[in-house]
């Protein structure tokens, strides 16, 4: 059986880092309110010349070499996006150019804050079908561009950044220890379009909007939508909750993510925190997390890894993968 094993991971954060501090000064709030409500204390924001196919592709060569890989070695490039540099062509097209590969194919994924979840889901997809062999999967948001700066419920959440796996195509039990992509778990309503959207788009307002949220009701749904598709996981591969080694959760807020792996029962040592300095980066937060953790030698070869993720949308979806 065709397996999609992870074989290396990339990250890329922004020069200028934006601390809680600096937010008083725009709006009306504070450290403590933020901190205190969200975890978060500060987030990088993108200034001249980066954006998010640039963070993308700083990202995926992080990966690549990770990976002990070039370029070359790639065919598919998928980039979960909600903030592309142009409306088309695709950021992950843009990156496929700036990594100077013209061969394979690349294109994006837009499910908001679920995007790196779906991409994994499709990745899986196109090697298990053998389409790919070697896949760029990327998660990379500029949601600073997106915000109403004035707007102190929204923006003092959100933040930039882009992180990046390569998963190979491995074949066999044994060879591969049974590693890899193990099932994906996707979902999504749109009769919640109103609770989180950009009031603006090429074929409604001809502008690109601003993010619009109300917070209480996108928390009211975030964690049973979370937990249930995460047993659903569980499910899927006969696995529970003390088989986890690591839950990686999309950094959107501390308290959805604390109240979530409560009531899963998975202990607060097996979840990885990104959130307090990244902020929400949207669909980079997951990968992001993920070359954290990888990188400072906590997730090792063979952990089974939980990777979830709510969204506009609404959408939602867990991954889980022996890393
Ligand atoms: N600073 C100070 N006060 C604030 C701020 C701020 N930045 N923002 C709101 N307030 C005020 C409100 O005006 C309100 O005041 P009031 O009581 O006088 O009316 C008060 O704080 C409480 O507001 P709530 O919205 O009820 O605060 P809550 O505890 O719900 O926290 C938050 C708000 C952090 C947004 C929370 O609802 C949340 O995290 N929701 C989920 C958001 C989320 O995860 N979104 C991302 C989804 S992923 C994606 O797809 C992008």
Redesign the pocket.
Known sequence: MIRAVVRGFGASLPKRVMTNRE?EDL????DE??VQ??GIHQRYIAGEGETTASLGAAAAKAALDNAGLTASDIDLIICAT?TPDNTFPATAVNIQNRLGIHHGFAFDVQA???GFVYAMATADLYIRGGMAKRVLVIGAET?SRILDWTD???????GDGAGALVLEAAEGEGTTDDRGVLTSQLRSDGTHKEK?YVDGGPSTTGTVGH?R?E??E??KH?VGMITDVIEAAFDATGTSADDIDWLVP?Q??R??IDGSAKKLGIPSEKVVITVDVHG?T?AASIPLALAVAAGDGRIKKGDLVMLE???????WGAVLLRW
């Open positions: 937010l709006v009306e709030t504070s309110w933020i409500r969200t909600s908001v804050c679920s949601f102190r419920t929204t923006c003092v959440l959100f989180l993010l949220m917070g209480r996108v928390f975030a999309h959107a807020n308290r959805i929400n949207s993720a709510m969204g506009g949308g609404f959408t």
